[in-house]
């Protein structure tokens, strides 16, 4: 069986696809992820997605690599991680009582036949009105200032939400598993057939 490899460093996307009850690897793509001019969220992602797949590539021959990139939109503003308390109170700010977009863009690239399939997920996040003192008391206690968006929807960030539309709870975290699954299928990894190898 080949090798399988997770083009991404990130403990949420790594927690994601051990549910599927895999050996993988993991790697960290090294890229630029500056979005091209005019270039829409939904093609970054995609782009981004792709290129971190191949970016390891080099490192496993055999492999089916996995790479995976997303960005939240609001107001029509891509938006990525806040890095700080800061912009993290900005971001929250500005999704109050809004309707935000994420778009997670899912490469699955077989670096023996350079073959490389792609799909870009959106999950829409509606969120409560939110004062400031929940948006610094979330901050506060999450501190997720690594994730798109200012928020963990695994953990207390659910306290933000109105409703969540989406075809798939995992995409929202960063790996759209539904895709993934159906996608390695396409590559000739049954997930199920190879739970009985193991």
Do not use: W
Not at 105 to 126: D, E, I, K, M, R
Request: hydrophobic content about 40%; glycine content about 8%; overall charge negative.
């Amino acid at each position: 069986m080949k090798t399988l490899v997770l083009a991404s460093t990130s403990p949420f996307r790594k927690s994601i696809l051990s549910k599927l009850n895999l050996a993988f690897e993991c790697a960290k793509p090294d890229i630029d992820e500056t979005a091209g001019v005019n270039e829409t969220p939904q093609a970054l992602v995609e782009r981004l997605a792709g290129e971190k797949a191949r970016a390891v590539a080099g490192q496993f021959p055999d492999a089916l690599i996995i790479g995976s990139d997303q960005v939240a939109v609001c107001d029509g503003q891509i938006l990525g991680k806040p890095h700080t308390f800061e912009n993290g109170v900005k971001q929250l700010s500005q999704f109050s009582d809004k309707a935000v977009i994420f778009y997670t863009g899912l490469a699955l690239y077989n670096s023996s036949t350079g073959q490389t399939q792609t799909q870009v997920v959106p999950f829409t996040v509606h969120f409560n009105a939110l004062s400031q003192e929940e948006i610094a008391n979330y901050l506060n206690a999450e501190q997720p200032y690594n994730c798109a968006g200012s928020f963990k929807s695994e953990g207390l960030g659910i306290c933000l939400f109105k409703k969540l539309e989406g075809e798939d709870p995992n995409t929202l975290i960063g790996l759209p598993l539904i895709k993934l699954v159906a996608m390695l299928k396409a590559q000739g990894l049954d997930v199920l057939a190879s739970q009985l190898k193991s």
